[in-house]
């Protein structure tokens, strides 16, 4: 399906440690507009997809998303590396080192460890494409709010590098999209799903 390159997608390469800026990216590693919960929506959705085409954007996506995974760990394992018990006390990411230390975990900036209900899987093209717009806004959102949030070249950088491949691929599902409506047979795509008027 895809080879794997054993370098991130675009350099992430924090000098200076900040947990309180780990707390809030790591968000866009497990939250609920994560970066996890993309992958998974559009590698499972796939599936169901009556169009190689449109099965090849949500392939193609949801593995770039893991390929944004991988950058965001990195992001919040440079950004934790080397602090002190003080600076982890004195920033607030003592509730996340008792249960992990520095280790990559799933979880929201809230504290909320990943879960599955993050993510939908409809098995209707027209819902799941839809899901996938609205999912890529409000991870541009989120990363929208990070950038308010940080104020290192650094952090800022990566960050406005994955913003843009939010609306890159929000655009990319609104063409799917197009392209999946001008294939029906009725214009009605609430109509879509072959069992709705078989009953």
Sequence with gaps: MWNYDRKLQYPVNIKKPDARAAKVIITQYGGPDGELAASLRYLSQ?????????????????????????????????????????????EGFDTYFVDHTTGIYPIAASGAPFTAAYFQSKGDIITDLHEDMAAEQKARTTYDNILM??????IIDPIRFLRQREIVHFQRFGEALERTKDRLDCKNFYAFNPEFGSK
């Design 149 to 154: 949030l940080v104020d290192d070249p650094d």
């Design 46 to 90: 796939r599936y169901s997809v009556p169009y190689r085409d449109v099965a090849g954007v949500l392939t193609d996506i949801g593995t770039e998303e893991l390929a944004h995974m991988e950058m965001i760990s990195a992001m919040v394992y440079q950004l934790t590396k080397g602090l002190s018990i003080e600076e982890i006390k004195r």
